[in-house]
């Protein structure tokens, strides 16, 4: 019995460690993951608007790509070095890309539909 519970917490202290050494380092500053791009982006997007733009969003490396492009159309955004530009793309597509393939959530699941009694919240 003894080596069960040993080994039951040795299991928890392994669930634990693993969880949190998954986890992204992010920026106290910013907010943002720290990865191979991260100063890049620090760099040239926070210098026009907060990195919550970012971190609140999420879009394919096509659709951060138009936003590139619509900044620089629309709101005085500099050209980047193509390399620039690529370094800021890989960060974005890796690290703030949307759940879902499509950029769509998953449908909702309702278990139950019920009835709105408009009435009542009219009184």
């Known amino acids: 019995m003894n080596d069960s519970k ?3 917490v040795l ?9 949190a050494m998954s986890r992204e380092k992010t920026d106290a500053q910013t907010g943002l993951i720290i990865d191979q791009g991260f100063e890049t982006v620090k760099q040239n997007c926070t210098a026009c608007h907060s990195a919550r733009l970012i971190t609140q969003s999420g879009a394919t490396r096509t659709g951060w790509k ?9 709101q005085n955004l500099w050209q980047f070095p193509p390399e620039t530009e690529k370094t800021i793309l890989d960060y974005l597509a890796k690290n703030y890309a949307p759940p879902h393939a499509d950029g769509r959530r998953a449908p909702l699941v309702v278990d139950k539909w019920y009835r709105l009694d408009v009435r009542a919240s009219k009184q």
Not at 11 to 19: D, E, R
Not at 66 to 74: D, G, L, N, V
């Open 11 to 19: 299991f928890l202290l392994l669930l634990v460690a693993s969880t």
């Open 6 to 8: 040993n080994l039951a």
């Open 66 to 74: 138009e936003s590139i492009r619509w900044m620089q159309k629309t």
